[in-house]
Each structure stands twice: as structure tokens, then as C-alpha cells.
């Protein structure tokens, strides 16, 4: 078992020395302290007081030890009990204040680590499970598919329908490589059947020739949507609730006729497939092609999906659903890989 980082041993002692010396005379047990504390086991306690291996506990729990411990009215009676924030003194509330400003710079201090460690092992596209998986692509009419897409044309290429199709070979040939023992499939919208959706699922590129992609994102509880927009017309824009305010996220062009484009808008989105609530449902998506590669890179890109993955244990830690809208630039005609630690980067995320 891997030793207990310094400062979670640090946080683990000073929440024991509270407990056992905050005021002279008193030495309150496990027990009373849980009581007080409100909907808290003993065990609870014991856990985060540890001498070896102790747990973090939440941020609320340190601010109500702070309450607690900052004034000895809170023993006073026949039980311990936990004031009010209204009901402390101006004094208390100083020193109520100070404790929280320590214990949570503990706290802080010992999440490092542990963040650290969590991101290490932080692997999105790895699954534990069997799968299956399958990539649903957009379709593409006949009409811009060429005639290699025409089944009659003696050099009929299937993949000449799929639109997105870097986004496609990039994305599936890293899922296998973190998978090899699991299936992984992609099919075009039109020919997804109900056994295509009820395993993981990762829905590539927009609504236009996408109608799962679509259906399924209605489903989910993410609260970006795409729809199209009369100042852009050669993809769909994003729209998403900032605050109870809508917020529309657009491209970047060079040149003022919005021919050549200086940066696109990619998301990159989880949450529980709303089919099959034990598997994941994925959505890497853009304005356009160029946002679509870009959310799939950020974390396929050797060179920076580390660090973005660990971005992403630390903003959305233990939580199955996300959304992330991002810059995806591009330089010299080349989709370039978000940076998501870089500033601007990120232009929304949820929660």
C-alpha cells in the first residue's frame, strides 16, 4: 500500500489534536464528535483522524469542524451540538474563520498529491468492463460523397460515406490500443441498430448528418446543445447555459469573407449512456471537421494528453458527466491539439 502523502497525515493529526486538546479538561470520542457533527459515522471520524492511512475528508466536513471547534459553547449542555454560523459571537466567528482558512489549506495541500496520482492512472479512453464499443459517425448525402461511395462503382470505398474521417481513424485506433480485448465498431448513423447503442458509445461530429447524435444528446442532462445559425454557414454553432444565461460559442476566421478558419470550437462531453446507464456515452464534436479532431486529440495526442487528462481529474474528480467546449486552433492549415491547461483554452465546462 502506497504511503499517505506528508500533508493528508498533517490534516489527519491536527483534526485528532482538535478533537482531543482544543479545550483543556475536555477530551471528546469519536462518537460525540460524529453526533454533533451531524450525519457522520465514528468510523467516519476514525478515518479521517488515522495515524497511518487516513481518508480526505470533504471541504463541508472541515468547515463544520471549524464551527464546532471555534467556540466551547458547543459543549456546553448535555450534548455536543453544532451552532449556527449566525449564532457565533464576533470573536467566534474570527476564530471560526481562521480555522477554516487552515484546515482547508491542508485539505488543499494533501489533494495534490492524490490528484496527481489519480490523473497518472487517468485513462478516458479505457474501459474496465467488456464493452462493446461502437463509434457512430455522420453519414454523408451521395451527392458529396463521390463516386467511390456508389456500391456500383467497381472502386466503391465504404469509408467514402463517413464524414470526419481523421477524427475516425485517430479515435479508433487509439480506443483499441487501450482496449485489445474489447470489441470496437463504427457505423455510419443511418445503419446504427438498438445493440449499436446500448454498449459504450461515442457520437463523432455534429447534428447535420448525425441523427443519433442528436437524439442521444436530447437524452443526456448536459446542458450544451448545436444548432444552426445563419452567420455560419458551413457548420452548426454551440449554445450552452452559463447561469441561467445562454452563451453562443462561434468559430474564429482569418480573413473577413469566413472562408479560412482561424480557430474552431471542439467539445469533448461524458456522461452515462442514456440507453444503458452502465456504460459511458461520449461526444467529440465541433462547429466543424476541424473541432471534431481537435476534441478527439486532446486526448489522444501523445505529446499533450497527459496533461489534459490530468485537467480533467482535477475539474470533474469522481464525477461520470462533463462537457468542455474548447479552442481547437489552426495554424498553417493543420488542426493544432487544445491545450486545456493553456488560459483561453477552455471557453465553457460543466459542471
Not at 482544543?22 to 460525540?32: I, K, N, S, Y
Not at 499533450?304 to 487528462?309: A, F, G, K, V, Y
Amino acid at each position: 500500500m502506497n504511503p499517505s502523502p506528508p500533508a493528508l497525515l498533517q490534516l489527519a493529526r491536527r483534526l485528532r489534536e482538535l478533537r482531543e486538546q482544543q479545550w483543556p479538561g475536555v477530551r471528546l470520542t469519536q462518537a460525540q464528535l460524529a453526533s454533533a457533527l451531524g450525519n457522520v459515522a465514528p468510523a467516519t471520524v476514525s478515518s479521517w483522524e488515522s495515524p497511518s492511512a487516513p481518508k480526505l475528508p470533504p471541504a463541508t466536513r472541515l468547515l463544520a469542524y471549524a464551527r464546532f471547534f471555534a467556540t466551547r459553547r458547543s459543549i456546553e449542555g448535555q450534548t455536543p451540538r453544532l451552532l449556527t454560523p449566525e449564532s457565533l459571537t464576533d470573536d467566534e466567528a474570527v476564530t471560526c474563520e481562521e480555522l477554516e482558512q487552515e484546515l482547508l489549506e491542508l485539505r488543499d495541500q494533501a489533494r495534490k498529491p492524490l490528484l496527481r496520482a489519480e490523473a497518472a492512472v487517468h485513462r478516458s479512453w479505457h474501459f474496465t468492463d467488456a464493452g462493446p464499443l461502437t463509434i457512430v459517425c455522420a453519414q454523408l448525402p451521395r451527392d458529396m460523397a463521390g463516386s467511390f461511395a456508389d456500391p456500383a462503382d467497381p472502386n466503391y470505398t465504404v469509408l467514402r460515406l463517413f464524414a470526419d474521417l481523421d477524427a475516425l481513424i485517430e479515435l479508433h485506433g487509439h480506443i483499441r490500443a487501450e482496449n485489445p480485448g474489447m470489441g470496437v465498431f463504427f457505423k455510419a448513423s443511418l445503419l446504427a441498430v438498438p445493440d449499436d447503442l446500448s454498449g459504450h458509445v461515442v457520437l463523432l461530429g455534429g447534428i447535420a448528418y448525425n441523427h443519433v447524435t442528436q437524439r442521444l444528446s436530447e437524452m443526456t442532462s448536459l446542458p450544451v446543445r448545436q444548432e444552426k445559425d445563419p452567420e455560419i454557414k458551413t457548420g452548426e454553432i454551440f449554445l450552452a447555459d452559463d447561469d441561467g444565461q445562454e452563451r453562443r460559442f462561434l468559430p474564429n476566421w482569418a480573413d473577413k469573407t469566413k472562408t479560412t478558419l482561424k480557430e474552431d470550437v471542439g467539445l469533448l462531453a461524458r456522461a452515462p449512456n442514456p440507453l444503458n446507464s452502465n456504460r459511458a456515452l461520449t461526444i467529440c464534436n465541433g462547429v466543424h471537421s476541424r473541432g471534431v479532431l481537435g476534441a478527439v486529440r486532446a486526448l489522444t495526442d501523445a505529446q499533450i494528453r497527459d496533461s489534459n487528462e490530468q485537467y480533467i481529474a482535477k475539474q470533474f474528480p469522481g464525477s461520470s458527466s462533463f462537457a468542455i467546449l474548447m479552442r481547437v486552433p489552426i495554424i498553417g492549415g493543420q488542426t493544432m491539439t487544445p491545450d486545456l491547461n493553456a488560459p483561453g483554452s477552455v471557453l465553457y465546462q460543466w459542471p
